[in-house]
């Protein structure tokens, strides 16, 4: 079994299992500890380019701090992809009197002041979802991004071989996230690694500024410009850039459009999928990963340091297993599966105008 087929066949074990049972282990190790009935705890986000923020993260990690402690209040920004911004909400809500802050930095080497100015207050850290390479949060949680990266990757490289397209009819473009976002360098290094053996040549790669599918967009069209039908599939490292990409490809008339990866099942994501305009996304519900920082942050602030599973850029860190999500699984994945007893997304959300046709070519329910 390759490597994309295995972490496939693992996928729901990981979410349905190894996860809530890991953020259960977490809840255990949050209780065990001392009063911290009052506590103040700062959930800050990076932007809103994203809908997940708002839509999972944001309410994943409410819910679970009014279970772990009814009485703590959560100081909950978004930074608008403005690091200064960002900085000055990390000020905010330390004056605020904040005793642990849960963050998902804009810059992941501006954010590393943040740390220390923090820890020298007596202020936990906990690094969410992108890392802080250069300086030791307190704890970093999050999903595999360099496997996820990877998987997207190998599971575009086996879509081409099956559609028997030989490498020497073209390469693929990498459309890469922030330069500013540590985990988009693990989600880069991740893509390297798939594609590395693959036959199948990278024509150019794209660092993305702050993630914006606009800046995307406008590089995509420029490579179709330059590389024509050359180009065979685009690895994008999230649904954003991989919907921007597909939006230059059909602007320039490009049909049919080459398989284009995604990351982060936003419901755009899905949709494109659903369309057969996009070939893969990761699902990753970001309500676990969010619930464990909730316990994560209650245990720091009760002084019994959390479990971890390993160590990233000197930080004890727990990673979490996603899905891979294509046409294949969608329904099972998606619609299926439950997560705190909910699927992760409906028919609903997903079945409307234009998509009710692919939903039903895929047995989704209206």
């Known amino acids: 079994m390759n490597s994309v087929a295995a972490w496939r ?8 299992v190894g996860l809530l049972g890991d953020t259960t282990a977490f809840a255990a190790d949050a209780k065990a500890g001392g009063d911290v009935s009052s506590a103040k705890v700062a959930f800050l986000m990076p932007d809103e380019g994203s809908t997940r923020y708002e839509e999972h993260d944001r ?42 802050i849960v963050i998902d930095p804009v810059d992941s080497t501006a954010a590393a002041s943040l740390v220390k100015q923090a820890q020298s207050q007596g202020v936990k850290v906990i690094a ?4 802080i390479p250069s300086a030791k949060a307190d704890y970093y949680v999050s999903f595999n991004n360099e496997q996820i990266g990877k998987t997207i990757a190998e599971s575009l490289v086996k879509d081409l071989k099956a559609k028997h397209v030989s490498p020497s009819a073209g390469g693929v473009l990498e459309v890469n996230g922030s330069p500013t976002d540590a985990a988009a360098g693990l989600i880069k ?24 599918p606009a800046k995307a967009q406008q590089w995509v069209g420029g490579q179709v410009s330059r590389f024509g039908k050359k180009i065979v599939g685009v690895v994008a490292a999230n649904d954003g850039t991989g919907g921007a990409a597909i939006a230059a490809l059909k602007a320039a008339g490009v049909n049919p459009v080459p398989p284009v990866t995604g990351n982060d099942a936003t419901i755009a994501g899905l949709q494109l999928i659903i369309a057969g305009d996009q070939y893969n996304t990761i699902s990753k519900p970001s309500e676990i990963v969010a619930a464990a920082a909730a316990n994560v942050a209650v245990s720091l602030l009760q002084g019994k340091p959390p479990k971890a599973d390993t160590n990233l850029f000197g930080t004890s860190t727990r990673l979490f297993t996603p899905a891979l999500v294509t046409d294949a699984n969608l329904k099972a994945e998606i619609i299926e599966k439950r997560v705190n007893g909910k699927p992760i997304q409906t028919p609903a959300q997903l079945c409307t105008g234009r998509y009710a046709a692919g939903c039903t070519k895929l047995g989704i329910a209206s």
């Not at 066949?9 to 349905?16: N, S």
């Not at 991740?190 to 914006?212: C, K, M, Q, R, V």
Request: overall charge negative; hydrophobic content about 35%.
């Open 9 to 16: 066949a693992t996928g729901a074990v990981a979410l349905m």
């Open 189 to 212: 290094k991740g893509i390297h690694e798939g594609l590395a053996g693959s036959g199948f040549t990278t024509l150019a790669e794209y660092d993305t500024p702050n993630w914006e």
């Open 128 to 131: 969410y979802d992108r890392p």
């Open 59 to 100: 309410p994943g990690f409410v819910a679970e701090m009014k279970k772990l402690c009814a009485g703590c209040t959560v100081l909950y920004q978004n930074a608008d992809g403005d690091a200064s911004k960002q900085q000055q909400q990390f000020n905010s809500v330390i004056s605020q009197g904040a005793k642990a």
